[in-house]
Protein backbone atom coordinates (compact mmCIF):
# COMPACT_ATOMS: atom_id res chain seq x y z
CA UNK A 1 0.00 0.00 0.00
CA UNK A 2 1.70 3.60 -1.18
CA UNK A 3 1.84 5.81 1.78
CA UNK A 4 2.50 9.67 1.19
CA UNK A 5 4.28 11.07 4.66
CA UNK A 6 4.93 14.92 5.15
CA UNK A 7 7.50 16.15 8.01
CA UNK A 8 9.17 19.37 8.94
CA UNK A 9 6.40 21.86 10.12
CA UNK A 10 6.96 24.02 12.79
CA UNK A 11 6.26 27.54 14.43
CA UNK A 12 8.73 29.68 13.23
CA UNK A 13 9.11 34.10 13.35
CA UNK A 14 8.64 36.00 10.28
CA UNK A 15 11.71 35.53 8.34
CA UNK A 16 13.02 32.08 9.15
CA UNK A 17 13.42 28.90 7.36
CA UNK A 18 11.98 25.44 7.10
CA UNK A 19 12.74 22.39 5.24
CA UNK A 20 9.90 19.84 4.42
CA UNK A 21 10.26 16.71 3.48
CA UNK A 22 7.08 14.46 1.51
CA UNK A 23 8.53 10.25 1.69
CA UNK A 24 6.33 7.96 -0.21
CA UNK A 25 6.64 4.62 0.27
CA UNK A 26 4.78 1.37 -1.24
CA UNK A 27 5.68 1.91 -4.69
CA UNK A 28 9.15 0.58 -6.86
CA UNK A 29 8.87 2.88 -9.57
CA UNK A 30 9.07 6.41 -9.55
CA UNK A 31 6.19 8.83 -9.48
CA UNK A 32 5.03 10.51 -12.66
CA UNK A 33 5.04 14.26 -10.67
CA UNK A 34 5.35 14.90 -6.73
CA UNK A 35 3.83 18.13 -5.70
CA UNK A 36 2.95 20.46 -2.69
CA UNK A 37 -0.10 22.14 -1.34
CA UNK A 38 -0.96 24.20 1.27
CA UNK A 39 -4.56 24.92 3.37
CA UNK A 40 -5.14 27.98 5.16
CA UNK A 41 -7.81 28.19 7.68
CA UNK A 42 -11.21 28.66 6.08
CA UNK A 43 -9.42 28.72 2.68
CA UNK A 44 -8.81 26.06 -0.26
CA UNK A 45 -5.74 24.12 -1.37
CA UNK A 46 -3.67 26.07 -2.89
CA UNK A 47 -1.18 24.23 -5.15
CA UNK A 48 2.18 26.09 -4.24
CA UNK A 49 5.22 24.19 -5.63
CA UNK A 50 5.78 20.81 -8.17
CA UNK A 51 8.38 18.59 -9.42
CA UNK A 52 8.23 16.51 -12.68
CA UNK A 53 10.19 13.57 -11.31
CA UNK A 54 10.60 11.67 -14.10
CA UNK A 55 10.53 14.09 -16.68
CA UNK A 56 13.87 15.70 -15.79
CA UNK A 57 13.13 17.27 -12.18
CA UNK A 58 11.62 20.20 -13.88
CA UNK A 59 9.92 22.68 -11.68
CA UNK A 60 6.89 24.64 -10.81
CA UNK A 61 6.11 27.50 -8.50
CA UNK A 62 2.87 29.77 -7.42
CA UNK A 63 3.36 33.38 -7.90
CA UNK A 64 3.10 33.36 -4.28
CA UNK A 65 5.83 31.49 -3.21
CA UNK A 66 8.40 31.96 -6.57
CA UNK A 67 11.71 33.34 -5.30
CA UNK A 68 11.41 32.44 -1.53
CA UNK A 69 10.10 28.01 -1.98
CA UNK A 70 12.49 25.85 -3.36
CA UNK A 71 11.28 21.83 -4.45
CA UNK A 72 14.19 19.48 -4.99
CA UNK A 73 14.57 15.58 -5.09
CA UNK A 74 16.48 13.43 -2.80
CA UNK A 75 18.86 10.57 -3.98
CA UNK A 76 16.29 8.28 -2.47
CA UNK A 77 13.57 7.46 -4.91
CA UNK A 78 10.24 8.96 -4.45
CA UNK A 79 11.33 12.06 -1.67
CA UNK A 80 10.88 15.41 -2.35
CA UNK A 81 11.74 18.55 0.01
CA UNK A 82 10.27 21.69 -0.19
CA UNK A 83 12.88 24.69 1.14
CA UNK A 84 10.85 27.48 2.78
CA UNK A 85 12.82 30.73 3.34
CA UNK A 86 11.88 34.01 4.44
CA UNK A 87 8.82 32.65 5.73
CA UNK A 88 5.92 34.80 6.03
CA UNK A 89 2.74 35.06 8.07
CA UNK A 90 0.80 34.61 5.58
CA UNK A 91 2.48 31.63 4.62
CA UNK A 92 1.15 29.93 7.84
CA UNK A 93 -1.05 26.60 6.54
CA UNK A 94 -1.37 22.59 6.52
CA UNK A 95 1.38 21.98 4.08
CA UNK A 96 0.18 18.57 2.05
CA UNK A 97 2.22 16.63 -0.05
CA UNK A 98 0.38 14.61 -3.45
CA UNK A 99 2.21 12.26 -6.26
CA UNK A 100 0.56 10.54 -8.80
CA UNK A 101 -0.76 12.95 -11.40
CA UNK A 102 -3.02 11.32 -13.57
CA UNK A 103 -3.79 13.99 -16.27
CA UNK A 104 -7.22 12.58 -16.80
CA UNK A 105 -8.85 16.68 -16.49
CA UNK A 106 -6.39 17.92 -18.50
CA UNK A 107 -5.87 20.56 -15.43
CA UNK A 108 -2.78 22.53 -14.17
CA UNK A 109 -0.31 21.07 -12.10
CA UNK A 110 -1.42 22.90 -9.30
CA UNK A 111 -5.13 21.58 -9.42
CA UNK A 112 -5.98 18.82 -6.56
CA UNK A 113 -7.94 16.64 -9.06
CA UNK A 114 -5.13 16.26 -10.73
CA UNK A 115 -3.08 13.73 -7.97
CA UNK A 116 -4.33 10.97 -6.32
CA UNK A 117 -2.48 10.15 -3.54
CA UNK A 118 -2.11 12.73 -0.28
CA UNK A 119 -0.32 13.06 2.75
CA UNK A 120 -2.28 13.64 5.98
CA UNK A 121 -0.27 17.30 6.00
CA UNK A 122 2.22 18.98 8.41
CA UNK A 123 1.46 22.40 10.18
CA UNK A 124 3.68 25.69 9.20
CA UNK A 125 2.98 28.69 11.50
CA UNK A 126 4.72 31.64 11.16
CA UNK A 127 4.24 34.70 13.71
CA UNK A 128 6.00 37.05 15.62
Known amino acids: QVKVVESGGGSVQPGSSLRLSCAASGYSGQFNWMAWFRQAPEKGREGIAA?????????YYADSVKGRFTVSQDNARNTVYLQMNNLKPEDTATYYC????????????????????WGQGTQVTVSS
Open 51 to 59: MWTNGGGTT
Open 98 to 117: AVDRNYGYGGSWSETREYNL
